[in-house]
């Protein structure tokens, strides 16, 4: 009978260990890189479908996790096999047979195209993208609509709209910390699962925010909205990565940044008409209600559009030694994400978006505390009307950014033969290095020296958005699309980045003014904005050979792969 059993779990224990291997073989990973872009056949009109699918994953820390809870299943099952050999001799044949397999199935590998786009209808998509573009509406929403409750928020609790503000910045923090803990659970788990734990999470969290009993208990719960919220951007980014290829995702990403500008739009203004008329806590309030609606919508109609989750391969592994395990727990270390800026162009990139948050957050947050002493605003809702015009300015400019990015790219396919993900920046050249700037000296020194009324401000806010949001699909979409070796791990390590940015921004902006005025503020603003166009020059014209170097350097990838010697 003990022999029986092993001869059964040695059957299952090689089933699983073909799939692994059939997974692994059948990656078309490697030699698209060493292919480069498949071109497909070209009707005149457009290119052919790319044979090219470059996975949204944490790749390294969700293939170490997975890895090492799979040689802990294994090492397990090895004792309880071992146990039974010494009782029952007639199972060492089998014995050594699942010792063998198990020392092999320690260091493979797992696959990263467990993803696949084919599996998905058009009208599934679509409710993917809708959902994924609303779920993007609720962090900067969150951050953003009590701006203009700042002083009211500080009456309430004792304080100053300074330390206010810090609460801001703690919020970007863990903005920034939460791709790294929920893009690889998005992976392990499946994004269905992440996507709703998340939106519930934000729902009560926010909830807890509006009842806050004093200073302390509203930081605590405004750093878990944050966590929660923030998450959409990663999950989001994994569902659009999940369902379009390569040469889509820059425009069905701008969805997703659609929502987050909505939210930038609307928030401040909607904030400051209900701090106007009724308490700054219904700002919570409504906020829970929109989170409980995506939480509702989410259940009911979002998919599960990851093929195979890292879970569903370790529950595989650990089934062989329990038939009725329903769940492991599979831990990781999300900071290792950070690994990802030792790569120079993904550090470079980071640092162009870095410029990007530090100026947005840098133009946001003060605003009531310039613009109502500048033309004499003396309600919240005046003030929250300015927030109109860079909101305006964000929605704008999504609804062509991403297709511009995508067509500059199929621009260079064409002119070069291959597809070469460095010329996707060359459409951030004009807003980074001529309109954002520019925009932002005019606007600070405007105020600044009381000239123009209030037209000025408005029109160069309004235009500072539009360019910003020109620039952010590009810059995001090199991140996946420059090293798909190392999966997502470089768009979670710019995430990372750019809310610390934003962190810093929303503590010292307000400082800042006080100190040397709105104008030499801005001023350096502006200087920030034209280095992060010199660092995009670099990347242009030296980033592909950087890039290369760099794979090869850290083993990703062959010397005799490399395009530019």
Known sequence: MTSNFATTKNSERLQIESEISDSNSNSSLGSDFRQGVDLGVMDGRQFGYYNETVPLELTSVNNDAVTREITRIQSRRSSNFRNVAATNKSSNANLQQELDIEKGQGQSKISTEECSSTTFSSHTRLICVVLASISGFLSPLSSLAMLPAVPEIADQFNTTGEVINVSNAIYCVFMSISPCIFSPCSDIYGRRFTFIACALGFTVSTILVAVS??????????????????????????????LFVPVERATYMTWILSGAMVGTAIGPVGGGIIVTYTSWTVIFFVLAGIGLVVTVLAFFFLPETCKQTKHSIVLAEAKVYNEKKKFVFILYNPLRIIDALKYPNLFIDGFITIVLVYNMYNLLTPIRYIVNPRFNLTRPLYSGLFYLAPGL???????????????????????????????????????????????????????????????????????????????FPAINTYCVDSMPEIGGDGIASSYFSRYLAGGVASATCLRSVQNIGVGWSCTISAFTLWLGFGLALYLIYFGESVREKALVKYGLREADDIHVK
């Open 393 to 471: 300015g964000y929605l704008v400019g999504t609804f062509f950014g991403g297709r511009w990015a995508d067509h500059v790219v199929k621009k260079y396919i064409k002119k070069r033969g291959r597809r070469v993900p460095e010329d996707r920046l060359r459409t951030i050249l004009i807003p980074i290095g001529f309109v954002y700037p520019v925009s932002i000296l005019i606007y600070g020194w405007s105020i600044e020296k009381e000239k123009g009324g209030m037209a000025v401000p408005i029109i160069f806010m309004f235009l500072s958005g539009i360019a910003q949001t020109c620039i």
């Open 213 to 242: 009993q004093d200073l302390a208990m509203f930081y605590i719960f405004r750093c878990l909205t944050a966590l929660f919220g923030s998450s959409f951007f990663s999950v989001g980014a994994h569902i659009i990565g999940d």
